[in-house]
């Protein structure tokens, strides 16, 4: 065995044991802890397993901290709980923040980390129906969710890439399982991120195109999903910040080591029953997502600046935001070790 090889089965057999509750954690629960609410932005899914692992491995409680991962109320998302204080951190992304910190009553929160490091989003049709390209779409039918960003994207690549934009019929997006619509309605063309709605075409051995946004347009590689935290939190207890993401770097870390692994902590963590049959589906995701979570930058959570200003600058350019932001608007890479 190599020492490569030989190192990933000690760390899976180092989680594994975790959840068989080997182990114990360092502070041995004679400390007071302090508690930190995250809210997620939907049912416990890839995005997310770093957080889990951190957990089931005792890495926050190892750092002072019991953490609570909870789902977003029916009635507002993630970002509003955290702005309200409800929640110290939650997950969100950055062209649904923008509207926020070009109003004259920004929410007072702030991206701390990049969940993933690049957009892997990008659009899905069933295979050989002329859609690998934006240009496609046009005489076919994009399901929509009717948000400004995302229309003002797909117009600008389409006719960018020769096709007419109105020529595109829009249908509202109601549809949760992307690739199986797609195989079952050829007409359709429906935006999805890859490390799920590809993966599970994948899986399920369904035949698809798939262009990402990113490779079109590099203004369009902005970071989504994100770590934002509450702004009075950030400014009364930047340690207890740090500590939190230094903990959360560990199991995103773990996740990229040892992605089966992490994917059974998922699983096994997952109290909502949205995970329940789909086991494949989260073990294949987690492989893939393994190299997307730090991918290329210097460091896990890193938010590379040029392309989180550059993309509020277009939106600006665009009319799409009221007001242009100031560089820096919104992320902080201050609290990453």
Same mark, same amino acid.
């Given at each position: 065995?190599?020492?490569?090889? $030989?190192?990933?089965?000690? #760390? *899976?057999?180092?989680?594994?044991?975790? !959840? %068989?509750?080997?182990?114990?954690?360092? &502070?041995?629960?004679?400390?007071?802890?302090?508690?930190?609410?995250?809210?997620?932005?939907?049912?416990?899914?890839t995005n997310h397993t770093g957080m889990f692992v951190a957990q089931a491995q005792g890495y926050y409680r190892e750092a002072g901290l019991d953490v609570t991962l909870v789902q977003p109320p029916q009635n507002s998302g993630a970002e509003q709980v955290c702005a309200s204080g409800q929640a110290q951190f939650a997950i969100g992304a950055q062209d649904t923040l923008a509207s926020s910190f070009a109003s004259d009553t920004p929410l007072p929160v702030t991206a701390v980390a990049a969940l993933i490091q690049h957009n892997t989003s990008g659009i899905m049709s069933a295979r050989g129906q002329g859609m690998?390209?934006?240009?496609?779409? $046009?005489?076919?039918?994009? #399901? *929509?969710?009717?948000?400004?960003?995302? !229309? %003002?994207?797909?117009?600008?690549?389409? &006719?960018?890439?020769?096709?007419?934009?109105?020529?595109?019929?829009?249908?509202?997006?109601?549809?949760?399982?992307?690739?199986?619509?797609?195989?079952?309605?050829?007409?359709?063309?429906?935006?999805?991120?890859?490390?799920?709605?590809?993966?599970?075409?994948?899986?399920?051995?369904?035949?698809?195109?798939?262009?990402?946004?990113?490779?079109?347009?590099?203004?369009?590689?902005?970071?989504?999903?994100?770590?934002?935290?509450?702004?009075?939190?950030?400014?009364?207890?930047?340690?207890?910040?740090?500590?939190?993401?230094?903990?959360?770097?560990?199991?995103?870390?773990?996740?990229?080591?040892?992605?089966?692994?992490?994917?059974?902590?998922?699983?096994?963590?997952?109290?909502?029953?949205? #995970? *329940?049959?789909?086991?494949?589906?989260?073990? %294949?995701?987690?492989?893939?997502?393994?190299?997307?979570?730090?991918?290329?930058?210097?460091?896990?959570?890193?938010?590379?600046?040029?392309?989180?200003?550059?993309?509020?600058?277009?939106?600006?350019?665009?009319?799409?935001?009221?007001?242009?932001?100031?560089?820096?608007?919104?992320?902080?890479?201050?609290?990453?070790?």
């Amino acid at each position: 065995m190599n020492k490569k090889k $030989a190192a990933a089965f000690l #760390l *899976t057999a180092a989680m594994l044991c975790s !959840l %068989a509750g080997c182990g114990e954690p360092q &502070n041995g629960g004679s400390e007071e802890l302090k508690k930190i609410t995250v809210c997620l932005d939907w049912t416990p899914n890839t995005n997310h397993t770093g957080m889990f692992v951190a957990q089931a491995q005792g890495y926050y409680r190892e750092a002072g901290l019991d953490v609570t991962l909870v789902q977003p109320p029916q009635n507002s998302g993630a970002e509003q709980v955290c702005a309200s204080g409800q929640a110290q951190f939650a997950i969100g992304a950055q062209d649904t923040l923008a509207s926020s910190f070009a109003s004259d009553t920004p929410l007072p929160v702030t991206a701390v980390a990049a969940l993933i490091q690049h957009n892997t989003s990008g659009i899905m049709s069933a295979r050989g129906q002329g859609m690998d390209r934006p240009a496609g779409l $046009a005489g076919h039918t994009y #399901l *929509t969710w009717d948000s400004p960003v995302e !229309l %003002a994207m797909l117009e600008r690549l389409v &006719n960018q890439d020769g096709g007419n934009w109105a020529d595109v019929k829009l249908e509202p997006n109601l549809v949760t399982e992307e690739a199986q619509d797609v195989a079952h309605n050829p007409d359709h063309a429906i935006w999805v991120f890859y490390g799920w709605g590809g993966i599970n075409a994948e899986v399920n051995d369904i035949d698809v195109d798939f262009f990402y946004f990113k490779d079109l347009e590099t203004i369009f590689d902005y970071y989504t999903p994100v770590l934002i935290a509450n702004n009075d939190f950030l400014a009364n207890d930047p340690e207890t910040a740090k500590a939190f993401l230094k903990a959360t770097r560990r199991g995103y870390e773990d996740a990229i080591a040892s992605p089966e692994a992490a994917a059974q902590m998922l699983i096994d963590a997952d109290d909502t029953g949205a #995970l *329940t049959g789909s086991e494949e589906l989260v073990t %294949a995701s987690q492989k893939w997502l393994s190299g997307q979570y730090v991918a290329d930058a210097e460091k896990w959570g890193y938010i590379d600046p040029a392309r989180w200003d550059g993309f509020y600058r277009w939106l600006y350019e665009e009319e799409l935001i009221t007001k242009e932001l100031p560089d820096g608007t919104g992320f902080s890479n201050d609290y990453l070790e």
